[in-house]
């Protein structure tokens, strides 16, 4: 008899999560029964140093080919510089040895340096350290072998492993540190796959997989990607120490006290100050006695603890917390020191109760239980620069469109340390999963996941934006020994957070129909899940950030060739109809053999915002049953056609500002049944959602708004009320009569006015399927921009609404930080919009600017940007 089985007979409630959390046979959780609680007390503690470490990053020398004979301790001609962390590309693009990969086709040429064997070297005096000295990499892609001073260390392989080497007898005076990075392996796709040039050996090792041919980027990165470092020893060591949450002030401690066998003793210190808001300094202290290693757990009571919150629902604080030991005897001491964050998230069932083939997907978060709005995140870069700089850039945009989860998917990579301090700091919870995809880890060898899972664990636990653990991405069969081995280490190293041997699976879903199955949009307007953990419709950037990887002779050819550049920065290089698909969603808005890039661009975003805004509100308007979205995808790997809302520079595309407004906490809606509503009477359902009681004592007036080709008002919906709402309210119907159906374009306009002042604006676009070009054909509005400090204010000063208004700042689309975008401004209305610079900027609209027959003429050649 199965589980499900017995289960229906005895009639128990039990949930998929209860069912896998007994075949992982985890043993117990970190935290034991009887943890010792410690009294803080008010004022500064006095903190030892710690034994110290010698950073070995910045410049090291770079050569190609030869073997151990030739390399170790010989000298090396022809080398380069490159940097560390970094990319073996990127010190061949800084040398001048390789074009820019992201520029037209180079990525063709670039990719060859990945299938090469490389040599680094850096050389540095004896640290002065206390013994016994550690070598430690914190991140080699993907193979590599290291040598000090001629002798072999080892061998590592694995792109997540965090690995160190016992140095001492080894180190001089002088020293030579050599790494061969071994070429990466190449597979052929398998038969019958039409993916040309994808390398399929990202299946046989453990590597961000995303950049080995399919998904827009054919460069596999190569490279010493994360810090390398030599570090003392002190006497007794604090092995990863693990704060987490305990309850609303109450905070868990452990750590793991490492040091000689005959016995130790000594003082732990801890010191707790707020890090991103004034709470004076706590601070504790305790004697510790113990052999070898032994594991010392603890609660501390934090007075007038501040919880942390995700994006919208309240601010997310810190805390910073230090920790000493100092051993009895004058040894060396140890230091410690990281953030944290007080909340707790747990997983509720649906409103339908406990079910073995389904998680329990509803986010509890700090005792309340919410709808999730996010979006998948995409491994930055094939170069390897994820620079604090880049991370800052994409999260802001995230948290801009209200994005409360972003799901590092299991073809990227396991994030680093700034990627989570920054979701830390901005309030966006991770859904982190492993590096697995379509069955893998059937493939891949176990050892390298296992200490992938366990280097991950330990080094991401004490983040509180990270709430999810996840096997990987898109598994048929995502219930296996090796997941189960994930779930266990979750258990054992963390216990904390849920994890999930796959996804979709359990009742999420991922639905691509309208793109691969190349169905309607109408399929995506009509979609419902228990929980979207992906979908989405792949739409061009920005023409300006097109131009920037475009060569000139292809700037001005339109159409474009099917084997220019264009048609190379598409999701499969064209290989799988990229091109055909792309004209199919633009030829529901223009005509795509002739309108010319810029307009190209529009419309193919145009289409993006149908896939994914109504997707965002249906799903808000079915909470509870429905109980989060993630749409795929935020950010790209290469610039490309691509289901990113911001392209692969940082500049946004109308999709961003479209999830904005969709995402938004206080927000009106009109639901999108279908792209036409022509021939029928119809009733468009109108919702208002509050979800941090933004509404509370105040009134409040929605009004929906229907509006003819040329702007002339069909008819007018209004609804009162007052005080904040508990669940999405359903508001008033707008009717659509049979005669007024008929006509093309039609526009729907939703507003919310709190206290008389405007709070939220939606609007929608219907009836243009069969009248080409009839969104940019409209009566043309006239604009005025003005702008002070922080803020650009956009008057229409016409007699019809300006549609799809966007402040932009021309050459600078990837750094501009508009507040706002894709508005409807009516006849005598001025919008303010923040703007971070106030230098060249310029207003663009679908009826707004040159005419509509200029703008389908071919770009004007651009020369491009240098990366």
């Known amino acids: 008899m199965s589980e499900q089985e017995r289960l229906a007979e005895t009639g128990e409630s039990t949930s998929l999560d209860m069912i896998e959390r007994r075949r992982f046979e985890a043993g117990p959780a970190p935290m034991g029964e009887h943890p010792r ?37 010989k000298p090396w001609s022809e080398t380069i510089q490159a940097r560390v962390p970094g990319s073996i590309h990127s010190a061949l693009l800084g040398a001048g040895k390789i074009p820019d990969p992201t520029f037209g086709r180079n990525q063709e040429t670039a990719r060859d340096f990945s299938y090469r064997t490389w040599w680094m070297r850096r050389r540095f005096a004896r640290p002065a350290l206390p013994p016994p000295q550690q070598l430690v990499f ?151 006695v113990g052999s070898g290693r032994s594991r010392q757990e603890y609660v501390i009571k934090l007075p007038q603890a501040r919880l942390w919150w995700p994006v919208g629902l309240g601010e997310p604080n810190l805390y910073r917390l230090k920790l000493s030991f100092v051993p009895e005897g004058g040894a060396a001491p140890d230091h410690w020191e990281g953030t944290f964050g007080i909340r707790t998230v747990t997983m509720a069932p649906l409103p339908e109760g406990r079910r073995p083939d389904k998680y329990e997907w509803t986010f509890v978060i700090n005792g309340q239980k919410q709808f999730i709005k996010g979006t998948g995140w995409c491994t930055m870069d094939p170069l390897m620069d994820f620079s604090r700089a880049r991370y800052e850039r994409f999260l802001d945009m995230a948290a801009r469109q209200h994005c409360q989860m972003v799901r590092a998917w299991g073809s990227g990579m396991v994030e680093t340390d700034d990627f989570y301090d920054v979701c830390d700091r901005k309030g966006i919870m991770v859904m982190q999963e492993w590096p697995t995809a379509w069955n893998s880890h059937e493939q891949q060898p176990p050892e390298l996941l296992e200490e992938t899972v366990r280097c991950g664990i330990l080094r991401l ?57 190349r169905k309607h949009i109408d399929h995506s307007l009509q979609m419902t899940a228990d929980f979207w953990g992906e ?21 001005e050819l339109w159409p474009p060739k099917e084997d220019g550049a264009f048609a190379y920065h598409t999701p499969v290089f064209n290989t799988a109809d990229d091109m055909d698909r792309q004209r199919q969603f633009v030829s529901y808005f223009t005509d795509p053999q002739t309108c010319g890039l810029d307009r190209y661009c529009t419309a193919s975003q145009l289409a993006q915002i149908m896939v994914l805004r109504t997707c965002i509100e249906r799903s808000r308007a079915r909470w ?132 008389g002042e405007l709070a939220d604006r939606a609007w929608y676009f219907y009836n243009f399927e069969g009248k080409r070009d009839c969104l940019f054909d409209r009566p043309r509005a006239d604009l005025e921009l003005s702008v002070a400090e922080g803020a650009a204010s956009v008057a229409n000063t016409g007699s019809v609404p300006a549609i799809g208004v966007c402040v932009r700042r021309p050459g600078n689309a990837h750094t501009f930080t508009p507040g706002d975008g894709f508005l409807w401004i009516d006849p005598g209305e001025t919008r303010v919009i923040a703007v971070d610079s106030a230098d060249g900027l310029a207003i663009e609209a679908l009826n707004a600017g040159e005419d509509p027959a200029d703008a389908r003429k071919a770009p004007k050649a651009r020369k491009p940007r240098a990366r």
Request: glycine fraction near 10%.
């Open 535 to 555: 979908y989405g419709l792949a739409s061009a950037p920005q023409a300006e950030s097109v131009r920037r990887y475009l060569p000139e002779d292809e700037q």
């Open 37 to 73: 609680v410690v009294a803080l007390a008010l004022g500064e503690a006095s903190h030892a140093a710690g034994a110290g470490d010698m950073r070995l990053d910045g410049d090291w020398e770079l050569a190609r080919g030869g073997d151990p004979l030739a390399r170790v301790g």
């Open 624 to 755: 509870p049953n429905c109980t989060g979205v993630l749409h795929y995808k935020l950010n790209d790997n290469y610039p490309a056609v691509s289901w990113a809302t911001v392209d692969w520079y940082g500049a946004p595309k109308l999709s961003h500002f479209a999830v904005r407004n969709a995402q938004a906490p206080l927000h009106v809606a009109v639901l999108q049944p279908s792209c036409s509503i022509a021939g029928a009477n119809t009733r468009l359902e109108s919702w208002l959602f509050d979800d941090a009681g933004a509404l509370a004592g105040h009134k409040w007036r929605a009004r929906a708004r229907l509006f003819g080709p040329d702007f002339e008002l069909l008819h007018t919906e209004e609804q009162e009320g007052a005080g904040s709402i508990q669940a999405p309210l359903r508001l008033k119907d707008l009717p659509v009569g049979w005669t007024q159906a008929m006509q093309a374009p039609l526009f729907v306009v939703a507003d919310l006015f709190v206290e």
């Open 138 to 288: 914190e991140g080699v892609c993907n193979k590599c072998r290291v040598w000090l001073n001629g002798v072999q260390l080892g061998a590592h392989e694995g792109q997540f492993g965090r690995f160190s080497f016992d140095v001492s007898r080894h180190l001089r005076d002088e020293n030579d540190l050599t790494v061969c990075l071994d070429a990466i392996d190449q597979h052929s796709p398998p038969e019958g796959v039409n993916r040309a040039r994808q390398n399929v050996s990202w299946r046989q090792t453990v590597v961000a997989n995303n950049v080995y041919g399919w998904h827009y980027s054919n460069l596999p990165s190569i490279g010493i990607w994360r810090s390398v470092h030599v570090d003392g020893a002190p006497a007794v060591k604090m092995e990863e120490p693990f704060v987490f949450t305990r309850g609303k002030s109450d905070v868990g401690l452990i750590v793991t006290l490492a040091g000689p066998a005959n016995g130790w003793r000594g003082r732990l210190t801890g010191s707790v100050c707020g890090e991103t808001f004034k709470y004076d300094t706590r601070w504790f202290q305790v004697q510790v």
């Open 461 to 517: 636990r004490n983040h509180p934006s990270l709430v999810m653990y996840g096997a990987g991405n898109e598994s048929s069969r995502p219930q296996h020994p090796v997941t189960y081995a994930m779930g266990r280490m979750a258990v054992e190293l963390d216990g904390t957070r849920p994890y999930h041997t796959g996804e979709p699976f359990g009742g999420s879903k991922h639905d691509y129909g309208t793109y691969w199955a």
